[in-house]
């Protein structure tokens, strides 16, 4: 489970020529328009057998809307699809494409958490019906589970609700894999690993390339462009609703991708200029034999890493409920990763969003100044570079990275000198992250502490130092220069490996 | 078993708990409730409410309300006690308009997303008035065959104990069990990845209101067979007390988290409940309540058991 498991070498497909070439899906002039806005202009898409294909892009390039009309959940406002050489234009909706064999792994994660992991498998497979249907969706959902995520030790009467996110993606994605009557010959995977572990989220890549050695396809969309180098045989650039950049693997680096997307060179492995300070802020005891006390000072930034669920967000409740011996100076303000759980108060305004963490400072009298509070609201809407029209519209009306920012405007916009994030960054677009992270920069060096949990591996070279987390326990630390993925990895597969 | 295991048990078990410690209450206060007859008596309104029960977990089930489930179960027995007698056919034919108007009302909160505690508190006011209608003043006369099967005397048990047991393994079967109540929990659980897996929820919600339908219309015909004539505000507590037992019974308001067989057993507490504060002696005034105060308990407790079992 190294992350050099992934050599060129064991990358190269095993050799099916005559099916390498044949088209599985053939979009030809498709469009999606939502009202006046057009999210797809009219584009070619093909999608060849046995072919596993990378799509990038930043938010709002079109992508996602792309892969809804591929599986069959918006209509295409124009255009045919042809799916297996038949022409299903006209009549294509989510049963067609699933009885084609298209199936869709979505970004926000779409089981049915009150359900066991059999009795999902249920819900998406209309042929597992009658006497004896629970035995064999149970059947199904271990053996896609066995297949994509060995060792993986779900129970299928588990209910999906009480695993952590992580796990659930996890279930979620061996569902698109599993076959009835309806074969899998095209799985999506919109944003799979945004909540895996590094652990599954190698599984995975290696069981997109089983599969397509198999003669099936994949489509992964992802913002980790090393996934994307690691998994695909051809991959397609989007911007702005249609198709900018469509190259075979090798004709790609990790910075012509970037280039592609219509981004400055992603900055990686620039070490960041401390602004830490001599006094303590946050200290919270060693919770045990083998972990390490956990300590930040005012104006540092300290990454909390790891593998994901291992700890990591329950340190951050810890220090913010000031429970389990933490000793925190200072107010405390938490950006959440999981926006639809945690963050976002749906019905909302994106200026109420804002302000929710805001409002014991700005109330007189027991009433909510309206005037500073919007005037607070706008200027912060301004500092993240809000994309919206009117900061009263509902909050729903943004974009994912844009709702998230809405939520780094509520803690940053409060008091609070100690700033909590719990991979906040999952599944936004890097053009939102450079935004942020530049912020997160600024604030630091006003003397902010930021405490932030992540599972990406760029972001820690953002941090001033390090915590290694594994189950529970912090078991290393890393300052500055010692910071990197390798060693990350080291630590955290050190003990039980 | 880990200590996980054994809080979970103790939540699935709890609705089944908590009629057991009453029925034990009465008996030692009661002796005599402890035969065919006194079991009956304590039970026999406990029918009724048992299928209104579960018709208003079948709406529960998809994150709705229904607040209606009384006034219609009222209207029934008003139907039953008018029509059924004097024209069967007519009577039988105005029953299952009653089924279809109430998967119509589901279509329509389902195609204009509106709120069914709006549409169905409304819905309230129009059963109520067809009943006032049919039947100005309490009255009328039940079917000859229906109060006579509502008196049945059947060997082993009492009547209520076999429709509890039927209707528990019946809705355990098709609501916790099969492929069909697997898509109806799905719905109220994530509603839109069930409609995104190709299912119409249009469909779901029209059949789960005619099964409510069905289930208040059987109500309403074993309340009219126990009370034998009908009264258009007969059944008008039901609403409130359905809701409770489905609550009682483990149920969740949202999330699709329903279950059949705590909900009947809800329901007998219940009914046993009013009882019990008799055989206590409790002034009436006082008795409602003291059954609030027993579902709030029974609710604490549950909330206890599910803390525990989230630290374990």
């Known amino acids: 489970m ?104 979505f970004q926000e994660l779409s089981l049915c958490p009150n359900l066991t992991i059999a009795e999902n498998a249920r819900i998406a497979h209309p042929a597992l019906r009658g006497i004896g249907w629970r035995k064999r969706a149970a059947a199904l959902m271990q053996g896609a589970l066995d297949q994509v995520f060995p060792g993986h030790g779900f129970g299928m009467g588990d209910v999906v609700g009480e695993m952590p996110i992580g796990r659930r993606q996890m279930v979620e994605i061996a569902r698109a894999f599993t076959e009835t009557e309806d074969e899998a010959r095209l799985v999506i995977l919109d944003e799979p690993t945004s909540s895996l572990d ?122 913010q409920s000031r429970a389990g ?173 | 078993m880990s200590r996980q295991a054994l809080f979970a048990t103790a939540e699935r078990l709890l609705p089944a708990i908590t009629l057991g410690l009453l029925l034990a209450a009465i008996f030692t206060e009661q002796p005599r409730a402890m035969s065919y007859f006194g079991l009956n008596l304590l039970l026999s309104l406990a029918i009724p409410i048992m299928f209104a029960t579960l018709a208003q977990m079948m709406i529960i089930a998809i994150n709705d309300l229904d607040l209606s489930i009384g006034s219609y179960v009222s209207l029934v027995a008003c139907i039953g006690s008018t029509l059924l007698t004097s024209q069967p056919w007519l009577g039988a034919l105005a029953l299952v308009c009653g089924i279809a108007l109430y998967a119509a009302v589901g279509a329509l909160i389902e195609w204009r997303r509106l709120p069914s505690i709006v549409v169905t508190l409304g819905l309230s006011f129009v059963w109520l008035g067809l009943a006032v209608t049919l039947l100005p003043t309490p009255g009328g006369k039940a079917p000859a065959w229906l109060s006579g099967s509502m008196r049945a005397q059947p060997a082993f048990a009492p009547l209520p104990i076999y429709f509890a047991a039927v209707l528990s393994l019946v809705g355990w079967l098709v609501v916790s069990r099969s492929s069909f109540g697997v898509i109806l929990r799905g719905a109220g659980g994530n509603a839109r990845s069930v409609a995104r897996a190709g299912w119409s929820l249009l469909g779901i919600r029209m059949a789960v209101y005619g099964m409510a339908g069905l289930l208040g219309t059987i109500s309403g015909l074993c309340l009219l067979g126990l009370t034998t004539s009908g009264d258009a505000n007969l059944a008008s507590r039901y609403t409130l007390v359905s809701i409770a037992s489905v609550i009682l019974g483990g149920g969740s308001f949202i999330g699709g988290r329903v279950f059949p067989v705590g909900a009947v057993l809800g329901a007998m507490t219940l009914t046993l409940a009013a009882s019990f504060l008799t055989f206590m002696r409790i002034n009436a005034d006082w008795q409602i309540g003291a059954q609030g105060f027993i579902l709030v308990a029974v609710l604490a407790l549950r909330a206890m058991l599910s803390r525990g079992r989230e630290a374990a």
């Open chain 1, 2 to 105: 190294n992350p050099g498991s992934l050599a060129p070498a064991e990358r190269t497909r095993p050799a099916a020529p005559a099916r390498g070439s044949e088209v599985f899906v053939d979009l030809r002039g498709v469009s999606r328009n939502f009202g006046a806005v057009q999210a797809l202009r009219p584009i070619d898409f093909q999608v060849l057998r046995g072919e596993c294909l990378g799509l990038v892009g930043h938010n709002g390039a079109g992508k996602s809307t792309l892969m809804n009309v591929l599986s069959g959940t918006l209509n295409a406002s124009a255009g045919t699809i042809t799916v297996n050489g038949a022409d299903l234009s006209g009549r294509y909706d989510v049963r067609v494409a699933h009885h084609a064999g298209v199936r869709c792994v």
């Open chain 1, 198 to 319: 590094q652990g599954a989220a190698d599984q995975l890549i290696a069981a997109a390339r089983r599969f397509a050695a198999g003669g099936r396809s994949t489509v992964v969309i992802s913002h980790k462009i090393n996934e994307i180098l690691a998994v695909a045989d051809r991959v397609v650039v989007m911007k702005d609703g249609t198709i900018i950049d469509d190259r075979p693997r090798a004709a790609w680096t990790r910075d012509s991708i970037v280039e592609a997307m219509g981004h400055a060179a992603e900055r990686i492995r620039t070490t960041r200029v401390t602004t830490a300070t001599a006094d303590t802020v946050v200290e919270v005891p060693s919770s045990g034999s083998g972990s390490l006390a956990f300590r930040a000072a005012k104006g540092e930034i300290v990454g909390l890493a790891g593998l994901a669920g291992h700890g990591q967000t329950d340190t951050l409740l810890a220090i």
């Open chain 1, 325 to 497: 011996g933490a000793k925190v100076s200072g107010e405390v303000a938490l950006v959440p990763g999981d926006r639809v759980v945690d963050g976002v108060f749906p019905l909302w305004s994106i200026e109420r969003n804002i302000s929710a963490r805001w409002l014991p400072d700005l109330t007189q009298g027991g009433l909510i100044r309206l005037g500073s509070e919007r005037r607070k609201a706008q200027e912060w809407g301004a500092r993240l570079a809000l994309k919206t029209p009117d900061i009263r519209d509902p909050i729903l009306s943004l974009s994912g990275g844009n709702q998230q920012k809405a939520l780094f405007a509520r803690a940053l916009g409060s008091p609070a000198t100690v700033i909590l994030m719990d991979d906040p960054m999952r599944g936004v677009d890097i053009g939102t992250k450079q935004d942020v992270y530049a912020m997160i920069a600024k604030e630091a060096d006003m003397g902010r502490t930021f405490l932030w949990y992540t599972t990406e591996m760029d972001e820690l070279y953002y941090c001033d130092r390090v915590y290694v987390f594994h189950y529970g326990r912090i078991v290393k630390e890393l300052v500055a220069a010692e910071i990197s993925e390798d060693a990350v990895l080291r630590a955290s597969f050190e003990e039980h490996a």
